[in-house]
């Protein structure tokens, strides 16, 4: 074979190979159509300085590329609006772009290849995409695997949360979590996982993640146990206060909490408190529904959550 074929081989390849990559990705976005999935790419970094646009040497600016359509009513046609072009970050110019529709392939992947009772009934899976597309988080919920917390019985069922972004805020991740039911309307509340949270941030190999996931389906009794203690830990006035003040809620947000009904319950914190009759578990339910209802805002949801966790586990070391 000629140099010549060799390179025209090469070209081929890599042509069929991107056109792989391509049909993955319209798959994804076909099947998630409700998600504005952004076009990515990178391009020279560069400044402005008067009237000049100088290069930066060996650094890239991630941009993306988000199509509006807007729905004429009257006409029932839809017209393409101007590109949303967000910067996202800048990067080494050896920095390779792995797209969100990608690693949710790979999730499914790894969902596929998982094996036990906790596949019984198919999880469910949920993306969603923050600040134009910079952030993405995927949510799978395991409907078979469902377990008892605390003397009320309260179930909470397995989860794991995928994490990617181009902002390079977030490493790539995968998060081991629950749910926990806390409105009769369906609403979830998620629950941080302690003692066994792991990251995976290498790439997106699929044994890897199916290994990981397993063990961690395979020890979720031992998180349940962890909860059940928490149920049986009373809190004084002065463990509610160092909770609270370690979380820095504010005075007003702090009296919202306490007084906030507990849903499928007739008690509220400051009920149970008055009582001397409130446990860690009933914090944890409580902060998780006020923080699932109350806040607005997708992201500062995901860091109170994570903070509240780490913050309650450290109570109940105590």
Not at 134 to 157: I, L
Not at 203 to 218: A, F, H, I, R
Not at 242 to 268: C, N
């Amino acid at each position: 074979m000629t140099a010549l074929e060799q390179a025209a081989q090469l070209a081929e390849e890599a042509r069929q190979k991107h056109a792989e990559k391509q049909e993955g990705i319209n798959d994804v976005r076909n099947r998630y159509s409700h998600i504005k999935f952004p076009n990515v790419y990178t391009r020279p970094a560069s400044f402005r300085d008067g009237n000049k646009v100088i290069d930066v040497d060996g650094r890239v600016a991630i941009v993306g590329e988000t199509v509006e359509l807007q729905l004429n009513k009257e006409t029932q046609t839809v017209a393409l609006m101007t590109p949303i072009t967000p910067f996202y970050a800048f990067a080494s110019s050896q920095y390779k772009i792995a797209p969100h529709e990608e690693a949710i392939l790979g999730l499914e992947g790894m969902l596929e290849e998982l094996n036990g009772s906790y596949t019984d009934i198919a999880p469910i899976i949920e993306p969603a995409v923050f600040n134009q597309g910079a952030k993405m988080t995927v949510n799978v919920r395991f409907p078979s695997a469902e377990y008892p917390v605390g003397p009320n019985q309260e179930k909470v069922q397995v989860m794991v949360e995928m994490r990617n972004s181009y902002d390079l805020g977030w490493e790539f991740m995968i998060r081991f979590k629950a749910w926990q039911k806390v409105c009769s309307n369906g609403m979830y509340g998620m629950k941080e996982m302690q003692r066994i949270s792991k990251k995976h941030r290498q790439n997106l190999d699929t044994g890897t993640l199916v290994k990981e996931v397993s063990t961690y389906m395979d020890r979720f009794s031992e998180q349940v146990g962890i909860w059940d203690r928490w149920a049986q830990k009373k809190l004084t006035e002065n463990g509610i206060g160092e909770i609270f003040e370690a979380l820095e809620f504010s005075e007003k947000r702090i009296e919202e909490v306490k007084m906030l009904p507990m849903t499928g319950r007739s008690e509220s914190m400051d009920s149970l408190s008055k009582k001397d009759d409130l446990t860690l578990w009933d914090v944890n339910s409580a902060i998780t529904q006020f923080i699932t209802h109350e806040i607005e805002s997708d992201l500062v949801r995901i860091d109170m959550g994570e903070k509240t966790a780490n913050v309650l586990q450290k109570s109940f070391e105590k």
